[in-house]
């Protein structure tokens, strides 16, 4: 079809001139002859004007505040349209600033739109329309000067009438809250002082704060005295007090030495959760997780932390905690702005959170009715926990994608930039929420299966994509939340460690486990 592509000395002329690499050589050249291009001094005359054509489509861009790329086909299309147009720059610099009014964002038909309606009425330059929309000679249905901004994309709309959970749901526990006399303080006060003057080591100060679990004592240590010296009695001190349990701790002014109570008070999530720490925080993934010794609410950001591991023996308090993650959260965000995704091999732990299903819930649509959707709502054997983790990664890069196409690079600013309309949905932007994906149990999912191939490739594909999701999902909107009774090697894994950098520490049963968790002793 074409002989002049077949000699060896015309396929590298097209390969160094054309800037093509030996395997596109043949396959362009045909592209060429196809087009009636018979030679090389055709084709490079063909490549001449489409060069020239990209730069005139770049300077073209430029103007329109576009300058890391080249036009796209549909673009060049305008831009060819309007050449022939005869359009001048301050003409196509004005129609931009109308198309930002009107659009609120750069949108091409409706640019083109303006610049074919001020031709039909004969305008040349940018003084012509801003002569004739001073004189009012716009014509009826011609676009206009739009003199207000449209209003920011309210992505709660879509659910108005939803209304946030209540505080008067949760139970204060009045009968949980128990106090420290002021006399036994006294009494543990003069045991403390005692005990100390016994080793010869003087104090100067002993001062109690009270909290929920722990009573502080602050000990000021003379002058010339060694702290260590304090640390190493704390089993004496202990005895001294009868109490269940004491640590010493070094603070910036002082020793603590922390005594449990003897009577616990319950914390109430009411209080924490209508605490001004909780309500008036400006965290994106707000977290209630309870009181500091001082009574005051300690909250931390997910989004920041950015995954966290929650590890602990059985019975101490790992599902509550899980349940306080999760209730701070569903008071803090709308349903349009954050979606769970459960995982619960024990299949109980998570069982009240099906009522969310319309709301919170994110599902695979693979549901062949609304019962059969509900029934798996919440992910309870470790087959279906590795499709839905599968899913999570390509919705992760889905979402990377998005965010490349919008120039951000993290989920916030996304959202922003859609709600601004400066992305729009004709061009597949939408509003993206929070991604929180809660494991229970997750040594009993990784070994749910047995130990034939098939569980063990399933149990890998499921640590793998935890760790894909963990590496890279902060950015995305995508945050993992692991807890397990086993905290040893073989499962919480040295990946797993790495990128699970905020962890909760329930107590455990041996000193190993405890490296595990919190690399030191607890």
Not at 186 to 209: F, G, M, P
Not at 453 to 468: D, G, H, L, Q, T
Not at 494 to 508: E, M, Q, S, Y
């Amino acid at each position: 079809r074409a002989p002049w592509v077949k000699t060896s000395t015309s396929m590298g002329d097209c390969a160094q001139r054309g800037r093509l690499t030996a395997r596109e050589v043949e396959k362009q050249a045909y592209r060429w002859y196809d087009l009636g291009l018979d030679n090389y001094e055709q084709a490079a005359s063909y490549l001449a004007r489409q060069r020239e054509k990209q730069t005139r489509g770049a300077k073209v861009l430029g103007m329109l505040g576009i300058h890391d790329r080249l036009p796209g086909e549909s673009e060049q299309k305008y831009i060819d349209k309007w050449e022939e147009m005869g359009v001048t720059d301050d003409l196509l610099r004005l129609a931009y600033d109308r198309t930002l009014l009107g659009a609120g964002r750069l949108s091409w038909p409706y640019l083109h739109k303006i610049l074919c309606a001020w031709k039909e009425q004969g305008f040349r330059t940018a003084r012509d329309v801003e002569t004739a929309s001073a004189a009012g000679k716009l014509r009826p249905g011609q676009p206009a000067p739009v003199q207000e901004p449209l209003p920011r994309i309210d992505n709660r709309a879509d659910l108005e009438r939803y209304e946030f959970p209540s505080l008067d749901l949760l139970d204060d526990y009045s009968e949980g809250q128990h106090s420290v006399s002021q006399e036994e303080l006294e009494i543990n006060n003069n045991r403390i002082r005692a005990t100390l003057l016994n080793y010869k080591i003087d104090v100067q100060h002993v001062s109690a704060v009270v909290g929920p679990t722990v009573t502080l004592y602050k000990v000021v240590p003379a002058p010339g005295v060694k702290v260590s010296s304090i640390e190493m009695l704390h089993r004496e001190i202990g005895m001294s007090l009868g109490a269940k349990g004491v640590r010493v701790v070094v603070l910036p002014d002082c020793v603590g030495i922390e005594v449990a109570n003897r009577e616990p008070s319950i914390v109430p999530l009411k209080k924490t959760l209508g605490n001004e720490a909780f309500t008036q925080t400006k965290y994106e993934l707000p977290i209630a997780i309870g009181y500091t010794i001082t009574k005051k609410v300690k909250t931390f950001d997910l989004a920041s932390a950015p995954h966290l591991l929650v590890a602990g023996a059985t019975q101490q308090g790992k599902s509550v905690g899980l349940n306080v993650i999760i209730a701070s959260l569903l008071y803090a965000k709308h349903p349009s702005e954050l979606k769970f995704v459960f995982i619960d091999p024990k299949m109980v732990e998570f069982t009240s959170y099906n009522s969310l299903l319309k709301h919170y819930l994110a599902v695979l649509p693979m549901a062949a009715s609304e019962e059969d959707e509900r029934e798996h709502a919440i992910v309870k054997d470790a087959k279906h926990a590795e499709e839905v983790l599968n899913s999570l990664c390509i919705e992760m890069d889905e979402r990377y994608k998005l965010l490349a196409l919008a120039g951000v690079n993290k989920l916030t600013l996304y959202n922003e930039k859609y709600r601004d309309r400066h992305l729009l949905p004709t061009d597949g932007h939408k509003y993206l929420p929070y991604l929180v994906v809660v494991i229970d149990e997750y040594a009993d999912l990784t070994m749910a299966g047995g130990a034939g191939p098939e569980a063990r490739k399933a149990a890998k594909n499921i640590e793998a994509s935890i760790v894909r999701l963990a590496q890279k999902g902060r950015a995305a909107g995508i945050h993992v939340i692991i807890a397990t009774q086993r905290p040893s090697v073989n499962v919480i894994t040295g990946l797993i460690k790495t990128n699970f950098p905020t962890r909760i520490a329930f107590r455990v049963v041996s000193r190993v486990d405890s490296a595990t968790i919190l690399d030191s002793n607890g």
